[in-house]
């Protein structure tokens, strides 16, 4: 295999075209719509619980990204289900992002409700009801969906032949995670391509994967970063190396520039370097939690506190000192954090000290959640008192993302507005 040559690719610009811009100049071309007109607003104003959107930090989360996906000559189509929003994919889009990825049909169909034609479900669809709503959507939407099986791929087969249709579909594959897909070095990928393309209510459009091993950190004696490095060399070269047994078994879909490969995580991105093998290469790439990151993302040196884009904004509402510990209690419990861990993460997110630095405080863990508490462990002699508010980095921001139906933007100049999480909904 050989690196490719980092060209942009045609069409999309090098830099980002938001690159030279300024906050105030990218929300003059492309304002985010706000929930309500308002005078404005500090955090001050909002209350508590609260997610909270730093806009510089999503800007600049947004343009890296890009550069990254323009610079390897791959195709930028971030996942959405990381920020839910209509506005903030739009700023995407603005900056050379080309199509979505959905993790659901719901979130398909607000999306093309929202103005989207080009959106991929990164999913394997089951379900009548499900590809009824596919099929509406086929009316005005360039949109594919996963398979993974013999099962659920006649299923589709059958139900879009018999409508009149032939619908996108991506083989997904497996390259490590053990979650969907079919082995990326078994037979059972030739024999699954070998059943779609025989079939007319689907088109083969190519092979997708999703490698959520790089959550699980590094080997024992490896750095984090020769993980990552690991895994996302692993998950480019398995697929490269699936296309071209596609080829060889005389699957004519698997043709180098028909045939998408696409790959997503935003872990292995941090690490990602396209390369060309017998004429493939990696097509798209399909992060979503870059727009933010969070303490998992920086526990695995994907990414830096100061990266974080998302935080929880709560209020201290108890403080006391038993056998010698220390504790607060905060306005946001499972409910708004979640109780999601991850790699060496301490506790359920990070309490920060500093917010504009995002310097987290010394000796302080969130060591449990109830439904609508938050229970903190500090140094006695931490300066949080009852009514104080506080700001912590979660450890999982997709899923305290969904929890919430609206967030707050803030501004550089820390003035805000409130935008709604347009998809939080299911199904």
């Known amino acids: ?29 492309h304002p985010l719509p706000a929930l309500e007109p308002s005078p404005l607003m500090t ?46 994919a739009e700023q995407q889009r603005e900056a050379g992002a080309r199509g979505i990825t959905v993790a659901t049909v719901r979130e398909a169909e607000i999306f093309a409700e929202a103005g989207f034609n080009d959106i991929r479900i990164a999913y394997a669809v089951v379900g009548r009801d499900k590809h009824e709503r596919v099929l509406q959507l086929m009316d005005s939407v360039e949109i594919s969906f996963c398979v993974d099986t013999a099962a659920g791929m006649k299923q589709a087969a059958t139900f879009y032949e018999r409508n ?43 092979i997708l994967t999703h490698a959520g091993q790089a959550y699980h950190g590094p080997a024992a004696h490896e750095t984090a970063e020769a ?44 690490a990602f370097e396209n390369t060309s093998d017998a004429g493939f290469s990696i097509t798209e790439i399909r992060p979503g939690n870059y727009v933010f990151y969070d303490a998992t993302q920086v526990s695995l040196r994907a990414a830096a506190l100061d990266d974080c884009a998302l935080t929880v904004l709560a209020t201290v509402i108890s403080r006391k000192t038993e056998n010698q510990q220390t504790r607060l209690y905060v306005d946001a419990g499972k409910k708004v954090i979640t109780s999601d861990t991850g790699h060496l993460t301490k506790g359920y997110g990070l309490l920060l000290r500093d917010v ?12 449990g959640l109830s439904e609508e508490h938050g229970w903190l462990q500090v140094n006695g002699d931490a300066p949080f008192a009852v009514g104080d508010r506080v700001q912590l980095i979660p450890n999982h921001a997709c899923v305290t993302m969904g929890t919430q139906d609206r967030y707050v933007l803030l501004s550089p100049n820390g003035t805000t507005s409130t935008h709604p999480v347009d998809a939080r909904a299911h199904g």
């Open 1 to 29: 295999m050989r690196p490719l040559a980092r060209t942009p690719k045609r069409g999309a610009p090098r830099n980002s075209p938001l690159t030279s811009l300024s906050w105030d100049d990218i929300v003059a071309r």
């Open 43 to 88: 955090l001050a104003d909002h209350s508590t619980p609260a997610l909270v959107v730093d806009a510089q930090r999503l800007n600049r989360n947004i343009k890296r990204m890009q550069s990254l996906a323009d610079e390897q000559n791959v195709t930028l189509r971030p996942h959405i289900k990381t920020h839910k929003s209509v506005a903030i």
């Open 164 to 206: 009149g249709h032939s619908a996108n579909v991506l083989m997904e594959v497996d390259v490590g995670h053990g979650r969907c897909g079919v082995a990326w070095d078994g037979d059972a990928a030739i024999d699954l391509a070998r059943l779609i393309t025989k079939q007319k209510g689907l088109q083969l459009r190519g």
């Open 227 to 270: 993980a990552l490095r690991r895994c996302a060399t692993a998950e480019r070269d398995r697929m490269l190396t699936l296309a071209n047994r596609l080829r060889e078994a005389g699957i004519a879909e698997a043709s180098p520039g028909e045939f998408a490969i696409s790959i997503g995580s935003t872990p292995t991105m941090a």
């Open 356 to 367: 504009r630095s995002r310097k987290p405080a010394a000796r302080a863990e969130v060591v």
